[in-house]
């Protein structure tokens, strides 16, 4: 489990404490430094410690590096008919970049209206429900995509159907016990029905269509309704938009290159 944090929020950390914990794991932190001193950063002094990587970057984006290569190690694990641990990385590390490019997109617009790490972070996580789903009820996660896949349904309702409750309610629950920020929370719990988690959920639901639409399908060939609201929420024209998709395959190549051994 990476924890980065203090007991109210293990968002919120201070540097020191990001470091002390990063030093622990010799392998995150050296695949952290590897990241920073890439071309991708563009930094023109090398950076040889943690502690210097998180003056130079700074907590937010220190965290949201730490994440991105320890949900990597987490998909790991070999791929099956049911779940591909690789194909689902993808995804959630195309939709963390959309979300951020959207974040930065609005913040142009409206200086400070969201916080684009943690627009990132909502990314990353907003599917973690589906991990505990394949790890945890496998039998019931393989009848949930054999139904998707027959009966032309979204994800999701075929979660509902099987199971009663859906990933992200799963995700949910285990926000809590992590202790993300509730607008973190409420944007991967509500990416579906983005009308009820706030722009945050707005963000995540374009990102992962976006994603969907560049190929990074993690499960299913589905792609899920897009909520017309959007448009209105985020106010972003369609050539922003393709814009965003091709900064999504952009960073996503170079991020892959960087975490791949």
Same mark, same amino acid.
């Given at each position: 489990?990476?924890?980065?944090?203090?007991?109210?929020?293990?968002?919120?950390?201070?540097?020191?404490?990001?470091?002390?914990?990063?030093?622990?794991?010799?392998?995150?932190?050296?695949?952290?430094?590897?990241?920073?001193?890439?071309?991708?950063? /563009?930094?023109?002094?090398?950076?040889?410690?943690?502690?210097?990587?998180?003056?130079?970057?700074?907590?937010?984006?220190?965290?949201?590096?730490?994440?991105?290569?320890?949900?990597?190690?987490?998909?790991?694990? *070999?791929?099956?008919?049911?779940?591909?641990?690789?194909?689902?990385?993808?995804?959630?590390?195309?939709?963390?970049?959309?979300?951020?490019?959207?974040?930065?997109?609005?913040?142009?617009?409206?200086? /400070?209206?969201?916080?684009?790490?943690?627009?990132?972070?909502? $990314?990353?996580?907003?599917?973690? $429900?589906?991990?505990?789903?394949?790890?945890?009820?496998?039998?019931?996660?393989?009848?949930?995509?054999?139904?998707?896949?027959?009966?032309?349904?979204?994800?999701?309702?075929?979660?509902?159907?099987?199971?009663?409750?859906?990933?992200?309610?799963?995700?949910?629950?285990?926000?809590?016990?992590?202790?993300?920020?509730?607008?973190?929370?409420?944007?991967?719990?509500?990416?579906?029905?983005?009308?009820?988690?706030?722009?945050?959920?707005?963000?995540?639901?374009?990102?992962?269509?976006?994603?969907? $639409?560049? /190929?990074?399908?993690?499960?299913?060939?589905?792609?899920?309704?897009?909520?017309?609201?959007?448009?209105? *929420?985020?106010?972003?024209?369609?050539?922003?938009? *393709?814009?965003?998709?091709?900064?999504?395959?952009?960073?996503? *190549?170079?991020?892959?290159?960087?975490?791949?051994?």
């Amino acid at each position: 489990k990476l924890y980065i944090g203090d007991d109210d929020d293990p968002t919120n950390a201070d540097a020191s404490k990001i470091a002390e914990v990063l030093i622990l794991d010799p392998a995150l932190a050296a695949r952290i430094l590897r990241m920073i001193n890439s071309a991708f950063f /563009g930094l023109t002094k090398k950076v040889e410690r943690i502690d210097q990587a998180v003056v130079f970057l700074g907590v937010n984006q220190i965290r949201s590096l730490a994440l991105t290569a320890s949900v990597f190690s987490m998909f790991s694990a *070999e791929k099956n008919d049911i779940f591909d641990p690789l194909r689902f990385w993808e995804h959630s590390l195309t939709v963390a970049i959309g979300c951020r490019m959207i974040a930065k997109t609005l913040n142009e617009r409206t200086p /400070g209206q969201i916080d684009i790490e943690d627009a990132f972070l909502a $990314g990353l996580l907003h599917d973690v $429900g589906k991990i505990l789903m394949a790890q945890y009820f496998a039998p019931a996660y393989e009848k949930i995509i054999r139904l998707a896949q027959t009966k032309k349904l979204p994800l999701y309702d075929a979660e509902l159907a099987v199971l009663g409750l859906r990933h992200t309610d799963i995700g949910a629950r285990l926000f809590e016990t992590w202790k993300i920020k509730d607008h973190i929370s409420l944007a991967a719990r509500f990416h579906h029905e983005p009308g009820s988690g706030g722009t945050f959920a707005y963000v995540v639901h374009l990102a992962d269509l976006i994603s969907r $639409g560049l /190929g990074f399908l993690p499960d299913t060939d589905e792609i899920p309704r897009l909520d017309p609201r959007v448009w209105i *929420e985020l106010d972003l024209s369609d050539a922003v938009i *393709e814009r965003i998709g091709y900064q999504v395959l952009s960073d996503f *190549e170079e991020t892959r290159a960087l975490l791949q051994d």
